[in-house]
């Protein structure tokens, strides 16, 4: 069955593919991180898109198939939600975007992971994966830097594999990784919050589940297997000292342990550290990484917080896919400490620059978003994937084509780092690891404006006082970063795209500062540019966007007749005839209802788009005039290029990507 799942009595719903009867019924969810409410829509556009939104109108979750030619939906046996063209080949499946579960005959391959529901009684968030990579199925647990690799059995030096199945008798073909008993009805394989890998079957004798990883892992051996600050020795969980900590739940000693007094860096005189005698780890390389991660910097100092489960030497644990199981006395273990200490000073020479975001590892990030699973999109920047940071919901920009060295890039991170203004997007954060360069943002959950202006979706047409506003906002913040910020900055690639909607529809500009730390083909056309011709560039681009946010369509569509195509082509001639408003966008009443505004918005467009760029107006001329807080003079008279294949001789044609090699400024770059 395909529908509408709540766990709370109905106050929260997750879109999901529920198998009726089964002992773990739930075996896929669209928006798992992510519920809506009672008055949630799921909608089958015309165009093909899957799109699940609240009754606000912000959007939760989409197949983001509408250019796909998508005919028709099904759910199959297996439980499989399809989507499907007219020669009824698949197009989207949801077994190839798994959650928590795979059914027999689904692959887990890479790019994706198994991420563990989440469960009140151990942790607010997921922190185990189980994901696919080249040389076998790697589980992972976050924040700590904890992964095992087990690994596929292959006599071949160079053969990797990019999908590993799970079928019956075995998880990890075409290599049998892990083996399972055989199916007599349906089998379904999950994994839960407690980190354990489970296989269930309808009417079999293991209503418990058949543990996959028992061959591999005991209980102790589990990351958090006894919950926070939790101690686990024979199977069995204590806290490390009754002085100092309880069990958050006596009836549940897994469930971890609270510290009696807070933990902070005043009064050191006051902390001591506690021996724990016969303590052993998996393996001298794991148990580094463990102590570099688990000591928290605070206001300066260094506290060794264990929030891994430790194993006490008792315990019978010894496999070769751990490696050698290593002891460590006491003086080791401090050793151990004193190297993480050493790593987090290193880390923090970056935390030294005023004004520099918070520097995240690559590993963070990686876990942050499932291992950059649920991408939001992608420019010639790079792409855009959605993540969790603690209960932030964050926007991870992956860069691609970064040519600048360390020092570089970290000046870069800090210009825009210091930009705090209500209409630019907030960088929370960085990665510049090896060559690794990524930018942490704060998350918009509308999108890009390009997915409410050109009828993606059916959804609703937004209002002309949402697109006015919309123009306002980004108004506002070009005129911020031309004008008024520290070291003016020429955006560049003002564009749809680029523009982001939060929850109420409120704007704000992406992207900004980006275009000095990429090597592009089109540096070419930038040296020489002084910062004046660059920002009336940006004036044109706000021109065109204006333009198609009042006509709903984008400037280049080849989808209309020849004659219109080109829009800034139809632009003129209607300027010329008076008859503008024959191209304010008709799907909406409230347009039409509007009249006289719109017509002189689009006057104020049409003078961002003189091709003398000495005629634009100032970015906060713009602001002021969509403010009401100035008049607009006297129309200029509209001089246009004339003819498209001219416009790279121009500074506006030549970064509005009007250029023969990227014609259509509103597409991705």
């Known amino acids: 069955m395909f529908g509408f799942y709540t766990t ?45 939104h609240e009754a606000d109108g912000a959007i939760i979750w989409t197949t983001d198939t509408n250019s796909l030619s998508v005919a028709g939906m099904r759910l199959d046996d297996l439980g499989n939600l399809v989507l499907f063209d007219q020669n009824n080949t698949t197009v989207w499946q949801s077994l190839d975007h798994p959650t928590d579960t795979l059914v027999l005959g689904q692959s887990l391959c890479r790019g994706n992971n198994l991420s563990a529901k989440t469960s009140s009684t151990k942790w607010p968030g997921s922190r185990v994966y189980l994901s696919a990579e080249l040389d076998g199925l790697q589980y992972s647990f976050k924040p700590a830097a904890y992964t095992q690799l087990f690994q596929a059995t292959t006599t071949s030096t160079n053969a990797t594999q990019t999908c590993y199945a799970f079928v019956n008798g075995s998880f990890g073909f075409p290599y049998k990784i892990f083996s399972i008993p055989l199916a007599g009805s349906v089998q379904l394989m999950r994994l839960e919050s407690d980190g354990h890998l489970r ?24 990351p958090l297997a006894c919950g926070d600050f939790g101690v686990c020795s024979n199977g069995q969980c204590s806290c490390p000292s009754s002085n100092y900590f309880r069990l958050q739940n006596e009836r549940h000693p897994d469930a971890g342990c609270i510290p009696l007094a807070s933990i902070s860096c005043d009064d050191m005189h006051d902390h001591k550290l506690i021996p724990l005698n016969n303590v052993s780890y998996f393996s001298y390389t794991t148990f580094q990484s463990l102590a570099t991660e688990s000591a928290l910097k605070v206001s300066g100092c260094i506290l060794a917080i264990l929030l891994i489960g430790l194993l006490l030497q008792s315990s019978s644990f010894q496999s070769s896919s751990y490696g050698e199981d290593a002891g460590f006395p006491l003086h080791q273990f401090l050793f151990m400490l004193s190297y993480g200490k050493m790593q987090e000073r290193r880390g923090t020479l970056f935390d030294g620059i ?21 991408k939001l999109g992608a420019g010639g920047f790079g ?26 890039f970290l000046a870069e991170v800090k210009t825009i780092g210091r930009i705090h203004q209500l209409n630019l997007v907030r960088l929370v954060g960085f990665c510049a690891e090896k060559s690794h360069r990524l930018l942490v943002y704060e998350y918009l959950s509308n999108g890009s404006l390009d997915n409410w202006i050109f009828h993606t979706s059916l959804v609703f047409t937004l209002s002309w006082k949402t697109r006015r506003n919309v123009m306002l906002a980004i108004a506002r913040g070009l005129s911020y970063l031309h004008e008024e910020c ?33 090597n592009r083909d089109q540096s070419k056309h930038l ?73 002189q ?19 906060s001329t713009v602001a002021k005039v969509l403010e009401g807080a100035v008049s607009m003079e006297a129309t200029p008279d509209c001089i246009f290029v004339p003819s498209f294949a001219s416009i790279n001789t121009d500074v506006a044609g030549s970064i509005s990507s009007y250029v023969s090699s990227e014609s259509q400024l509103s597409g991705p770059r």
């Open 8 to 52: 709370d009595g109905g106050h929260s719903f997750i879109l999901s593919v529920v198998f009726l009867g089964a002992p773990a019924p739930v075996i896929w969810s669209a928006n798992p991180d992510n519920p809506v409410t009672r008055n949630a829509i799921l909608n089958f556009t015309s165009e093909g898109d899957l799109l699940l």
């Open 199 to 222: 296989v269930y079957e309808m009417g079999i004798s293991y209503p418990d589940g058949f543990d996959v990883l028992s061959n591999f892992m005991n209980f102790c051996d589990y």
């Open 354 to 374: 005023p004004g520099i975001p918070k520097r995240f590892s690559f590993h963070e990030l990686k876990a942050a978003t499932s291992n950059f699973s649920m």
């Open 383 to 408: 792409s855009v994937f959605k993540g969790t940071i603690g209960k932030e919901t964050i926007a991870v920009k992956r860069l691609e084509g970064v040519n600048q060295g360390m020092e570089e």
């Open 486 to 518: 520290e070291e003016k900055i020429a955006h560049l690639h003002i564009k749809p795209q680029n523009i982001l909607l939060d929850n109420k529809f409120n704007a704000k500009l992406s992207d900004f500062g980006l275009s000095k730390m990429i």
């Open 527 to 599: 040296s020489g540019w002084d910062q004046q011709s660059l920002k009336k560039a940006d004036i044109y681009s706000f021109g065109i966007v204006m333009i198609e946010k009042i006509c709903g369509r984008q400037n280049l569509d080849e989808s209309q007749p020849e004659q219109s195509i080109h829009l800034i082509s139809l632009l003129q001639e209607k300027a010329k005839s008076g008859q503008l408003f024959d191209l304010v966008d008709s799907s909406s009443d409230d347009m039409k209802s509007n009249v006289e505004e719109i017509m």
């Open 601 to 619: 918005t689009m006057k104020l467009a049409l003078w961002c788009l003189q091709v003398d760029s000495s005629r634009r107006p100032l970015m």
